[in-house]
């Protein structure tokens, strides 16, 4: 089990990684590149399976345990598996006009086709309703955690208010008294929300950026010289 | 290696003032009308040490003066293959009879493989003519006049291109064409030499990791500033314990091929080993399948290092669903009823993190957030009581685990921070004394160091 | 803080909240009653009909080739009278057209225009979705828990689908199974030279430790699951390294090696001259120092004491006020998903608002409101 | 009065937000006034790149028009989408769509009905403009097109060969491209074009992208990411240049196809209020009174509102951003309030 579970793993990585950074560097090798990321991305799309069957058997579970609200874990997998029915067997999309004769020629997600349907008026409304509902978490957020507790609080606090103000007409009526060609037109909140991106917002970030990628090269060589497996499961 | 298209249009405008002059002054002469002279001895090569796609192209500048010209005009022509040989130009054979040929070369000449490779590939397919009329050549653009050279970017590597190129006078007529260049094939070299910087900072940044480690395996003590976050990890235990309540610890919602992923479930290990010496109950939602696996492993391991393999229950740490907004409805959920004490967030998250932090300030619990998207961090900074901020929270999972190893990488990744200081500071001070200056030498050592050292 | 959420709410908030909802539901059912009504959706039918042209083949022997045709629904019917016995497939497309089409057409007494029950009630649909998961703001519930439910299973579905489709199919199937897929799946590809090639053989490999993966779901079978994990975690890590190193490290560094001094653009007076010069050499040098004290923050192996906790300090300013802008770009874009949303409600469901002119304006339903 | 806000019921906050929203929507779909927009410099250089893509290589241009994004941020970003179509269709810009996002296609969809079909009916499918679709594999799938375009994408997304595809021919990797124009709603986005597209192959990049993302691709710009767009602002204030230079274009080609000559015909049309009298002037007597009408039309008629949407959106910003600000100082006297009492925080 420990040559299954351990070492085949660890040569995998290896290998994968190794052939990764050589063929940036070595144009005759960008087709192994190429066909690793190729494979990726084909397990990528297996990995929709799993997640897929995870779910069933979640929810199955729930159901067979009787557990609260498993009504609704009904609901889930009558949703799932409707879905997956509707699109993987195209039901009521049409064929692509040069091979009619072909029903499963056509676009997937099609307009008209029922899993368009399913898109269109469940998946859409859904998922962006519940990305709208942060609006309302910020609002909240902003009266009860934005406190001015200390200089870096208000600091924070102050690029938030010139950020929010500059960005909209709130800006112009504000500030637009200062003419824009004069020795302080920088202070108007408009200019002062670019100034404020390009020079403090670029410092930080550009920070930050350089310390993460320097986290994320010396990860990855631990990763690929099998210091850290953690991934594998255990921190040994 | 790219000419701006701003810089053009000044050249070009300069060009064109320096002309007006000329038009008012040279008015009694009318040289500048005729078509100017046709540059010569036009040579085209493969760029050496490149990834493929560039021709390197010098000629011999107009006897046409260069104020009297607008500039140079580069024209290509990728040779089609007559229609019998494509159908082997298509597919793998093409390469097979390539390689073939390729090997008969080599024995009898003994030429470098590279170009063998090359001269074989030519060799085999017959192409068709080239159109006569320039007109029909692809044009990849005009130069200044002042340029004797020009580097064609972003060809077909696998096709095989002939050059011409023509003079502009300043009312834009043409010069004759110059004669054909050779065909070339902008073929990809063994080595991609316009890399060779990134690889050597590559190979520097992996180096000083690996030195480091080796020499904290070797006994090295390694000394690691303190990490505020982490001081109140036991804080945050206790209290739970103390209040009865249980710890609430989230992974972020990427799965295990985000390295904060990996990072969190490190993080997560000595959480749950405090937990298990305080007795506390410590509550593991994900929302990726095998980022559940990973954290029973490691909190499996944590249990039994603190002599508590009995309080170890699998079944705290579960998966909920990989969706999103699915997940925090149900983590918030969960928070509301169960008001856990201390809420852990490590990993990567995005906009569910304003949701949790919300939530979690609600039900009054400590919380102690981590993660590298720099988007997320103002909520976890405002409504967390510590937050590790981007390469910390890296540098926590290190420090947290003791390990020689890691902390010894975390050294390294301090040698890498070391080295873009020092040449900030350097490139910083030589283009500013550029700047106050103006000199030229100074102004060759940073475009040096800005556009060699630093890549193109 | 003590939360207030759980509070019990005293008669008089009820009774806000009471009419709040009256009120919606008093437009709403108004709504629909005025003019046109409100949420509907009109189609114009499309026929596609395609006749088979039989072409017998040259030599005689391989079979014959079957080309389909597209035709104008007039040719169509007089084709299939002219040649009775040929084989035709026909269906019918709808296209959404604008209700103001529809409305013309009422007037002008007749036309194609046909009112979709499927979509009307898709629309309805995702209008009663929408309310209900803004339900949950005012409590947990049983709309929300049935909304919630629905969409994790009908994304995990459509994930499972689209990736099928998009990359199994041509980047997996294509390749191991060409005869078929051309048969079946997709008529348009070309059939390499000898119906397989040889070199996708490779392409088992995928197809393997994509098997593997999903054996995580079997019980015994979970350690399978570890190599293409490894794979996937394998791959990232050198593509990672090397790109982050060059994009995030030699790039940004790059980016910050700029001269302290720069001279001002602004030749208007000495005065703007020098003016405009201070300010921006200003800002590439703040630029520089941020950088570098963030850097020092950064740093793990000294401890935050004396100039280094100074200049530390400073980073942690800088980091702030990133912060900042970041908390300020996260609001305006959360404002505006809301606002798409509410949107949808008011245009393309109540028809209160006609901001893409789809519809002839009513008056009658701003008199409602005002 | 404290008393009273301390213990304010979160419900309150939400309903505030909501008409903050809801209300200008009302007035401004009923009134169809907007704020009035300047764009700022970062725009102006996305739409400048864009404008000029193509022409360092001296031919018509091929852009990759990448959106990575979902309907859960259309919101944001399908009017930068719209806006970016329009010009690209204006421009003669060969289009060429595809998704790293699973629900992109759809998104994709929305454009070519919205933009494509209903204002450049005259554009054909797999000449100018061609749907590739989705493909998962995130930034893999850009450093496999980096070499090979076509072993990551074999057909379009009606499942047409791309060999089938007159647009497609010549197109082998994505060093083809003069410009790619991404638009962007998270990861796989923006930071991974600049990673493995733009950086590695020195192409023009112009990216929108949401409000949480702006912060972190500032840096990025100008070197490796040519134009950047942030949140609706930046929809808003590239929408506004797009419909200018759109006029623009469509007033100056309507007085070339009416036999006003070139010069002519650019000066008019780079100050369209001076039209409608123009039309008077004996210059204009060769058009016929249709086409006058239909000048004048093109050149002062409203912009459709598919063009507006962003600028739309500014005025629910406008209030939401107040009532934010309005509740960050409101706590912030409550919590001052409370520490001066010696209550804890």
Known sequence: MQILTRSIPLFITAVAGVVMILSAFFPYTSDWGKFAGQFFNILAAFAFVLGGGNLLKLHLKKISDQRPGWAYSGVVLVCFIVTLFVGLMKIGAYPNP???????????????????????????????????????????????????????????LGTAFIVLLGRTFAGVLATGWIPPDSAFSGLRLENLSVYVMQVFNTAGTRAIMIGIALGIASTSMKIILGIDRSFLGSGD | MRMSTIQTTLLATAVCASAGVQVVLGSSTTSWLAPPEAPTNLVANDLPW???????????????????????????????????????????????????????????????????????????PTFATPPEDVSEWDSLGIIPAVQTTYQATGLNKDGVYIFKIRAIGLEGEFSAPTAASGEIRPVAAFFNGRKLPLLITLALIAAAVFIFIVLARRGMPMRI?????????????GRATEMGRSILYINGIQDMDDLQTVAGVTVLGHVAKTAAEYDAKIEVPTARSLVMTAARESVQSSYFSAGRPDAYNPDLIYYVTDEQFGFVAYVSGMMTREKPAACFYMGSFFAESLILAETGN????????????????????????????GEEFFAASAYLSGQPDQLGSLKGQDVGKILVGIVIIIGVTLATLQAITGSDSLEAAVNYLVNVLLGS | MSSS????????????????????????????FVGHGMGRVYVEPKPMDFVAEVSESADGESASTVDWKQLPPTEFAAYVAANPGTETISWVEYDQVPPRSYFAQETAGGGPIVFSWPRTIGLWLAAFF???????????????????????????GYWMVVGFWDTIVPNLLQRLLPAFSKEYLTPGMELPAGGFDMVNLVFLIPLVLGLMLVCRLLPKCGWMSLWPLAFIVGTMAGLRMVSYIESDILVQTKETVIPLYVQGDNTSSTFMLVWTTIWSSLAQILLVIGVLACLVYFFFSVEHKGAVGKTARVGIWYLMITFGAAFGFTVMGRIALLAARVEFLFDDWMWLIDPMQQREFITASVGLLF | MIKLLENLDRRWIFLAMALCVSVPILVIGLTGVTFPETPTPLAEAFFAEVDRAGEANGRQANVLIALDYDPASAGELSPMSASLVNQCAQRGHRMYFISLWPVGPQMIDDSIQKVIKRFYPELVYG?????????????????????????????????????EIPMMEGITSLEDFDLIAEISAGYPGSKEWVLYAATQYDIPLVSGMTGVQAPQNYPYYPTQMQGLLGAIKGAAEYEFIVNAYVRENIVRKMLVKNGIDDETSRTLASDLD???TWTTTAAAASMTPQAKADLIDAATGATPGEFLEGQRRMGPQLFAHLLMVLLIILGNVIFFAQRRRGGSA
Not at chain 1, 132 to 154: D, P
Request: with cysteine.
């Open chain 1, 98 to 156: 040069t091979y009619p004769n072909v029903h499963f020629s056509g676009e997937t997600q099609g307009s008209g086709s029922m899993f368009w349907w399913f898109y269109e008026y469940v998946f859409k409304p859904l998922t962006s309703t519940m990305f709208a509902m942060l609006a309302f978490y910020v609002a909240s957020a902003a009266f009860r955690a934005f406190r001015a507790k200390n200089f870096e609080a208000i600091l924070l």
């Open chain 2, 50 to 124: 490149d990834g493929g796609g560039t021709v390197q192209i010098d000629w011999t500048a107009s006897a046409t003066p260069e104020d009297q010209l607008k500039g140079y005009e580069i024209l290509a022509h990728e040779l089609s293959v007559t229609p019998q040989e494509q159908a082997v130009e298509t597919d793998e054979q093409a390469d097979r009879a390539a390689a073939q040929q390729t090997e008969s070369l080599l024995e009898g000449e003994g030429i470098a493989p590279e170009d063998a490779r090359r001269q074989a590939e030519l060799s085999t």
């Open chain 2, 225 to 237: 500033r303190k990490i505020a976050g982490l001081e109140a990890v036991d804080e945050a235990v």
């Open chain 2, 362 to 389: 609600s039900v009054g619990a400590i919380q102690i957030a981590g993660t590298a998207n720099p988007s997320q961090l103002p909520f976890f900074v405002a409504a967390c009581d510590y937050t590790l901020i």
């Open chain 3, 5 to 32: 959420v759980s509070e019990p709410m005293t008669s008089a908030q009820r009774a806000i909240w009471a009419i709040v909802c009256l009120v919606i539901v008093l437009i709403v059912v108004a709504r629909s």
């Open chain 3, 130 to 156: 929408t309310l209900a998961i803004f339900s949950f703001l005012y409590r947990d519930n049983p709309f929300y828990k049935f909304a919630e439910s629905v969409v994790v299973g009908v994304s995990a």
């Open chain 4, 127 to 163: 000449k100018d403009y061609v749907n590739l679709g989705f493909k998962a594999g995130s930034e893999q799938v850009i450093k496999v097109m980096g070499v090979d375009l076509t072993a990551e994408f074999r057909t379009d997304v009606e499942g047409t060969m791309l060999s």
């Open chain 4, 274 to 276: 001076q039209i409608p």
